[in-house]
């Protein structure tokens, strides 16, 4: 079974800082994806950035970068020089190698601060 | 370029009544999916399906139904509406069983059930 795990219901930052979003994961699949995405108060859902299970070097698209530590099964995401627009709630998931499911995390709530 | 197409936005429905969410997507993609998301809560899988004629439960199916009669829409009933069903209704999508393959969403539905 894959199971997402978020443990940071909420999070604050200081505008201009960088902040980490935690997200474990468990899964007995040895192929698999990695998502981060992003939902403001708008309500919509948005793609941030991807990790293969294979790939060696950690993702990073513009101010996000994906924290990746396989041995411990870890995904974090890093957003850097945090901006008010960042304010949202951000979704961690999973999809295994061939797998007809994405799998969400509880989801971290953050906030930054000006 | 409109991607994955909810509708209604919003609704609001009374206890007992029944009613379709709408959902289309114009990206020719094979896998679809049906969330519902509880306020301050993760994503739940409700239904999905891998192509055209081929649908199967996720999470919480109690209380809805699907059909996908094309590639392009994936409608989602309600029938007999509880309570318990107020919630925002996010229709997805993805291309491929890759596990690099994200998923798309599309704007939401927020459902009240009174």
């Known amino acids: 079974a894959q199971k997402i795990t978020q443990t940071q219901p909420g999070m604050f930052v200081q505008e201009k800082e960088a902040v980490t979003l935690d997200c474990t994961y468990d899964?007995?699949?040895?192929?698999?994806?990695l998502f981060w995405y992003k939902q403001p108060s708008s309500g919509e859902m948005i793609f941030l950035i991807y990790?293969?299970?294979?790939?060696?070097q950690n993702a990073t698209e513009g101010r996000y970068s994906l924290n990746f530590q396989k041995a411990r099964k870890s995904a974090n995401l890093v957003i850097s020089a945090s901006q008010l627009g960042d304010s949202a709630m951000y979704f961690c998931a999973m999809r295994a190698f061939a797998g007809n499911q994405f799998y969400f995390g509880t989801g971290t709530s953050l906030t930054v601060i000006p | 370029n409109a991607g994955v197409t909810q509708t209604p936005k919003f609704r609001i429905l009374k206890i007992g009544q029944s009613m379709t969410l709408q959902c289309a997507q114009d990206?020719?993609?094979?896998?679809m999916y049906w969330y519902r998301q509880d306020p301050g809560m993760g994503l739940k899988l409700i239904y999905y399906s891998v192509g055209a004629g081929i649908t199967d439960k996720g999470e919480v199916p109690n209380g809805y139904n699907v059909s996908r009669s094309t590639t392009e829409d994936f409608p989602l009933r309600l029938e007999l509406a509880a309570p318990s069903q107020t919630s925002v209704y996010f229709c997805?999508?993805?291309?491929?069983?890759?596990?690099?393959?994200?998923?798309?969403f599309g704007e939401g539905s927020w459902l009240t059930v009174v």
């Open positions: 990790q293969g299970s294979y790939d060696e």
């Open positions: 997805a999508s993805s291309s491929g069983r890759d596990s690099g393959n994200t998923i798309y």
């Open positions: 990206m020719n993609h094979n896998y």
């Open positions: 899964t007995s699949d040895q192929s698999y994806g």
